[in-house]
């Protein structure tokens, strides 16, 4: 075979029916953005996944594997939430619009961020799955306590305030004034030390999400999933914590969840998904890792989520 006809012809993408990982979702992504455009949502940090490996348990009849969680009352399909992202038409025309399609399809969780390319109105009326807002401080703070408690009385049913990252500095005496009067839990993200997890439990925070927001990964920071251990040993089982941050595939999630995590946030891989193939694609890549969360727990002898411990996994040192 020629050099010239290996991969995919010029002009021809591969039909998403047959796309069988993340992976290949990041592939054909990649050939229909422009370069500026995917290099906002390419690129992953591996290899604190490749430090945590499996001691699963045989002789286990899996029959009736369950997926299903529980988060601030609600029960969801699988604890894997589509992430928040800003501006999403700049990867699609359809944008938000697309991807809340996809998210419903898929039963899942998304989260909206306050800097969509489409009104939340809009957004709400093309879900039919539960929604969470999330925002960032602001200088304006009324103007940011309106905006939330519109999302909530649209139907929103979480806040997920963005703390740490560039330009989204604030302290507790905002976060403070931030929270007057809204009636939702309220969970804070960019927690990255079990210090600021004490003192977010300390002053009332409903959840946590760990996060070390992506395109800071050139600063030299732990990823979430290192963090994670030391912040749920610190939280206990008085807040839920949520991770985000490179989950690639159903063992990622599966390690999360064993080392303590309630769900996790899935963000650029829905994004691929989006550019790839509109809200088809966001569908299939949350029901990709809801599979191989179902196939991984099954082959670690785990019949539901409530059966995941430490015990399950092994983390090995540099």
């Not at 330009?167 to 007057?180: H, P």
């Not at 809204?182 to 009332?204: D, H, N, W, Y």
């Not at 070390?212 to 912040?231: D, K, Q, S, T, V």
């Amino acid at each position: 075979m020629s050099q010239e006809l290996i991969g995919e012809p010029p002009g021809r993408f591969t039909p998403r029916e047959e796309i069988v990982n993340v992976f290949e979702m990041e592939a054909v992504a990649r050939r229909k953005l422009s370069g500026s455009v995917y290099s906002a949502i390419a690129g992953s940090n591996r290899k604190a996944f490749d430090r945590i490996t499996f001691r699963p348990r045989m002789l286990v009849n899996v029959t009736g594997l369950d997926l299903t969680t529980e988060l601030f009352g609600e029960k969801l399909f699988a604890p894997i939430l589509l992430g928040p992202m800003a501006d999403q038409k700049q990867f699609h025309p359809e944008g938000e619009l697309a991807c809340v399609r996809g998210a419903s399809a898929a039963k899942t969780l998304m989260v909206v961020s306050s800097r969509s390319s489409y009104p939340l109105q809009e957004i709400i009326a093309q879900s039919k799955a539960p929604l969470w807002y999330q925002m960032y401080p602001e200088s304006d703070e009324t103007a940011a306590r309106s905006r939330v408690h519109d999302a909530i009385r649209l139907g929103c049913k979480a806040v997920c305030l963005t703390v740490g990252g560039a330009g989204t500095r604030i302290d507790w005496t905002g976060i403070d004034r931030l929270r007057q009067g809204i009636r939702a839990p309220f969970l804070l993200k960019g927690i990255m030390s079990a210090e600021e997890a004490r003192e977010a439990v300390r002053k009332g925070v409903d959840g946590l999400v760990v996060s070390n927001h992506g395109a800071m990964l050139a600063a030299g920071l732990a990823e979430p999933i290192e963090m994670l251990p030391a912040i749920v040993d610190t939280v206990g089982a008085k807040v839920p914590v949520l991770v985000d941050g490179s989950f690639r595939r159903g063992t990622d999630v599966l390690k999360a969840l064993a080392l303590g995590a309630r769900g996790v946030l899935v963000g650029r891989p829905a994004m691929w998904g989006l550019a790839a193939y509109g809200s088809e694609g966001v569908q299939t890549v949350l029901e990709m890792l809801q599979s191989e969360l179902a196939r991984d727990m099954g082959l670690s002898g785990k019949l539901n989520i409530r059966a995941l411990d430490r015990s399950l996994v092994k983390i090995h040192r540099r």
